[in-house]
């Protein structure tokens, strides 16, 4: 992919890994856009010359507002990704647990199916063209704790499959990003071990830049999450995980 003459949207760009990659396809020379649902934020990034649009990707009306005034302002756009997200915790022994899952399932799947389906006509028209989504390593090896998360992640990817092999022939390609837990948006609070922002940024692009774009961009952090079933260690990883279920109220002691 030729990172130095796109056209992008970023929907959830606003913070964390998307407000980076933003920030590296603007250096890299790429017209950007980014979508999302803090109205500070996006004042903030249209003051470094990038576009901002309001979107609420559990919201389809707000969706096809984003898009008409995406489409209005950058006819040319080529480059759609979708990674609004959240990642809440959950006890599966407590029925309360319900909303967050749907709140989840909303945001990270169906808000996922909304972009791509806002999006998919015109790049259909262009007859060339990148959606790229982005799951996780938890939807390779579960966390435990955020059980919906996983669900949902692991559903994109299929749906990311599914939607390369539909599109097939027509110049519109899918590009799956594999984050692990990386540095941002607080995930360092979760895991300190979790991958500076930047470095992860450095992988990204490297790997974007490749020709052919690969179908799944892996970092080397997130190949044992990816491969673990393949590996032989997914038991033994998932146990390992498993031990994060002391984060929830009342399993803590």
Not at 126 to 139: C, D, E, L, N, Y
Not at 163 to 176: K, M, N
């Amino acid at each position: 992919m030729d990172l130095s003459d796109r056209t992008v949207l970023i929907v959830g760009g606003t913070s964390g890994i998307g407000r980076e990659l933003a920030r590296r396809f603007a250096a890299a020379g790429s017209t950007v856009a980014v979508g999302g649902r803090s109205a500070q934020a996006l004042r903030e990034q249209t003051g470094e010359g990038i576009g901002a649009f309001e979107v609420d990707v559990t919201d389809a009306a707000s969706v096809a507002r984003a898009r008409d005034a995406v489409l209005a302002r950058y006819p040319g756009l080529d480059t759609v990704v979708t990674m609004s997200g959240v990642m809440l915790l959950e006890d599966l022994r407590d029925p309360a647990h319900f909303e967050a899952a749907r709140t989840t399932i909303d945001t990270n799947l169906v808000g996922t199916v909304r972009i791509i389906d806002a999006f998919t006509p015109h790049l259909l028209r262009r007859g060339a063209g990148t959606f790229v989504t982005v799951t996780s390593g938890i939807a390779f090896l579960p966390f435990p704790p955020m059980p919906t998360y996983a669900a949902s992640k692991a559903a994109v990817h299929a749906y990311s499959e599914a939607l390369r092999a539909q599109l097939d022939g027509s110049g519109v390609g899918v590009v799956e990003l594999v984050p692990p837990a990386v540095a941002a948006a607080g995930q360092e609070k979760v895991n300190p071990n979790a991958l500076p922002l930047g470095d992860f940024a450095d992988e990204v692009m490297r790997l974007l830049a490749q020709n052919p774009t690969p179908d799944e961009i892996l970092v080397e952090r997130v190949l044992q999450h990816r491969w673990a079933e393949r590996d032989g260690t997914y038991a033994e990883l998932v146990a390992r995980r498993s031990q994060a279920l002391s984060m929830l109220p009342g399993r803590q002691g």
